[in-house]
């Protein structure tokens, strides 16, 4: 289905999300363990070879690492069970989980790093499942590799001689600079705030549900 009636604001929201998971996975990358924590394609194959391997410490914690970002697209599932996207749903309430998450795992990284990333796996889960589709098209804002494929696919169809629909390549190159100037952003910061670089996508989250919330108030009173 096309995008010809997609707002701007949700256009932002992606890349704003994007941008969140950009910043945390890079935080995630640059502390001690060096740990993914947006997606879940290495981990699962780092699982693989640490079972080959027989590394029980490592089998534990990577299996958490998954285990954790399940149980935060759960959370999502049951807040607001739908993952198409729908201005009536409150996602104002995962947006302020996911800072919530973030902060718990700000507080912790200090005593227990190995597990303190942990929330941030759960946070990510929560973002990356708050919803998954929108007319027709397949959004993810945690991890690009489905971006990717889609602009790809776009670009081969192009040549082909096909129509593309512009709105769905705009939203995907939203998530794809979001994504890519988060990690710039967290990468910039780490080296002068440290560990509280944390605390920028824990408010950018809880902007983004503030926002959320008064887009949602004002399109329920227009709808009553």
């Avoid at 919803?131 to 889609?150: A, M």
């Amino acid at each position: 289905m096309p995008l010809q009636t997609l707002p701007l604001w949700v256009q932002l929201g992606a890349f704003f999300l994007a941008m969140n998971a950009g910043m945390i996975n890079v935080l995630g990358l640059v502390t001690i363990l060096h740990q993914s924590v947006s997606h879940m394609t290495g981990n699962v194959s780092m699982l693989a070879m640490a079972l080959l391997h027989w590394q029980p410490e490592q089998i534990v914690y990577l299996g958490l690492v998954v285990l954790c970002y399940v149980i935060g697209s759960c959370y999502s599932g049951i807040i607001l069970g739908n993952s198409h996207f729908s201005l009536g749903r409150r996602y104002g309430f995962p947006l302020s989980l996911v800072a919530f998450f973030i902060l718990l795992c700000w507080f912790l990284l200090p005593y227990f790093p190995r597990y303190a990333l942990l929330w941030a796996c759960v946070a990510m889960g929560v973002q990356n499942a708050m919803f998954s589709h929108y007319k027709g098209t397949i959004i993810r804002t945690t991890h690009l590799s489905g971006v990717l494929t889609d602009l790809g696919l776009a670009l081969g169809y192009r040549l082909r001689g096909l129509e593309v629909d512009r709105r769905r390549i705009i939203l995907h190159l939203a998530i794809l600079f979001g994504f890519f100037i988060g990690g710039l952003v967290a990468s910039l910061i780490y080296p002068y705030l440290k560990l509280d670089s944390f605390l920028i996508p824990a408010l950018l989250s809880w902007t983004l549900s503030a926002v959320y919330w008064v887009i949602y108030f004002r399109y329920r009173r227009i709808q009553e």
